[in-house]
């Protein structure tokens, strides 16, 4: 009981601190080291420090990476190359080996993950029987130096292992090549190891590979969203409806023990839980190597690059779920650190740094919770307009309570009940309403009755909660009281 109450206070004094709660929305960048002029790796830990950078994610298990980040409380995801699958399926003594050279070797370093291979089933499909046992091999091998919970293992998987098209969101589901045979039982295993799911989203490539993507709508800013007729819910961006499209992919394979396909009503813990080990897009001036594609050419690039970025971040930190899991906990490694100049591919591949070589940004990022200054992107809240009247903010009361929100805290003796007025009720409904639906605009309309606000509201002592995982029933409890009543008129 007191871990509750000491959160409420940190929240009610409006001095929430996001590394507080570091199980919820946590942003990492991926360290490539495919440059020949790339900073030393102890030059790049202080560019991470001073940037308020806490987790770091390496394509191997380079020793001079690991010895740098030792004793730095930035958490590190290691990596196992996908040629080295075979061998780790193959052979225990081969991955009790490898955990013993690239995890167990440096005990000062706070290995957190180990990711075992990466895209197999876009980069080395050849493999794809392989990951899984691979997988399980490392796991038994942390497990028996007792690192069996502290390191989880995951590996990141491109979006192409959806069946096209993945929107709406909610058509989301595994390739038959792939679904039941690896990923059912790989979501078993991520389940029963208190791992997360691993997914690379890029909307970038969605709006570079195809005309008809609104870059509005890739690149998190402002536009009319977008409907998905298969739940009602409306997206705002790109990124919320690709995660959602693994979500919903993830519940088509059923509970454990079950084959169910359908809206599995007990979602199971492993499909709230997303680490995004690849996210971000190419910043860097002139052309992209896309000439024939106009809308990719010019400066606008490093305009996209920064405002989805920048949006990202800001969502990852403010703990925000997806309109269809709103208490998703989603994590985010920005791919990538550097500019790395001898990354092969086109000009945007080796454009896709946040930093210089040099350690200058390439554009103005924060990856800290941004200060004083709310606005959009930052934390929000809806609240409830006097000035609509009593009789229309309480039949959007009677909706929002009807519709999904918990009203539980406005019932007599409820935790927000006093004070007793229809504008502080309606707004706590409204609120709940708003964060259980991802905080999109449209969740705060009630036909004109609600507004968004960035500062956090309270009436008396009761606080409007932003929902972040393990807060969001914060004095709310389980809703195990009456159906909510009425107000008494007047
Ligand atoms: C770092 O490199 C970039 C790109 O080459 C350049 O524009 C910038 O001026 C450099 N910054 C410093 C401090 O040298
Ligand atoms: C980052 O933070 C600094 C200082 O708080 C601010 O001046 C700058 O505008 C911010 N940049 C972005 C992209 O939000």
């Not at 942390?142 to 058509?171: R, Y």
């Not at 200060?371 to 959009?376: A, D, N, T, W």
Request: hydrophobic residues 35%; charged residues 15%; negative net charge.
């Amino acid at each position: 009981m007191a871990l509750p109450k000491l959160l409420l206070l940190l929240f009610v004094g409006g001095a929430l601190s996001l590394t507080f709660f570091s199980e919820a929305g946590e942003v990492g960048v991926c360290y490539g080291m495919m440059g020949d002029n790339l900073p030393q790796p102890p030059a790049v830990v202080q560019l991470l420090k001073q940037h308020g950078i806490t987790m770091v994610r390496l394509y191997d298990a380079d020793a001079g990476g690991l010895r740098a980040l030792a004793n730095t409380g930035i958490k590190v995801g290691v990596s196992l190359p996908n040629d080295n699958i075979p061998d780790a399926a193959s052979s225990m003594s081969y991955a009790v080996r490898w955990v013993q050279s690239n995890v167990q070797a440096y005990p000062g370093t706070w290995i957190d993950s180990v990711a075992v291979g990466n895209e197999v089933f876009h980069q080395a499909p050849w493999l794809t029987h392989q990951l899984l046992p691979a997988m399980k091999n490392i796991q038994a091998a942390l497990a028996g130096a007792g690192l069996g919970d502290a390191v989880k293992v995951v590996t990141p998987i491109a979006l192409d292992a959806l069946k096209v098209p993945s929107f709406p969101p909610s058509v989301g589901e595994f390739r038959d090549d792939i679904a039941w045979s690896v990923m059912r039982p790989m979501v078993d295993f991520l389940e029963q190891t208190g791992s997360y799911l691993t997914f690379n989203i890029y909307p970038y490539f969605a709006y570079k590979y195809d005309s008809h993507v609104d870059p509005d709508f890739a690149f998190f800013r402002p536009n009319n969203g977008q409907h998905d007729p298969g739940t009602g819910l409306t997206y705002f961006n790109l990124f919320d409806a690709m995660v959602d499209a693994v979500f919903h992919a993830v519940e088509k394979l059923g509970n454990s023990g079950e084959h169910t396909h359908g809206n599995g009503r007990t979602r199971r813990r492993v499909a709230s839980l997303m680490r995004v080990p690849e996210s971000g897009a190419p910043g860097g001036k002139g052309k992209t190597g896309v000439a024939s594609n106009s809308k990719l050419d010019g400066s606008a690039s490093t305009e996209n690059a920064q405002a989805y970025n920048s949006n990202l971040i800001r969502k990852v930190l403010s703990g925000a779920g997806t309109p269809y899991n709103p208490d998703a906990d989603i994590s985010v490694y920005i791919f990538s650190l550097f500019n790395e100049n001898l990354k092969p591919g086109d000009d945007d591949e080796r454009n896709f740094g946040l930093f210089y070589p040099n350690g200058t940004q390439v554009y103005d990022v924060n990856f800290t919770r941004p200060g004083p200054g709310p606005g959009p992107g930052g934390p929000s809240w809806c609240v409830a307009n006097a000035a609509v009247g009593d009789r229309r903010l309480q039949d959007a009361l009677d909706y929002a309570c009807g519709n999904g929100a918990d009203c539980s805290g406005i019932q007599a003796g409820g935790w927000c009940f006093e004070p007793n007025t229809r504008v502080a009720h309606a707004s706590y409904a409204f609120n709940d309403y708003y964060q259980r639906n991802g905080r999109s605009v449209q969740s705060c309309d009630f036909g004109g009755c609600g507004s968004v606000v960035y500062q956090q509201p309270s009436f008396g002592n009761c606080v409007l909660p932003q929902w972040r995982n393990g807060l969001k029933r914060l004095g709310g409890g389980p809703n195990t009281g009456p159906p909510y009543v009425h107000l008494a008129q007047g």
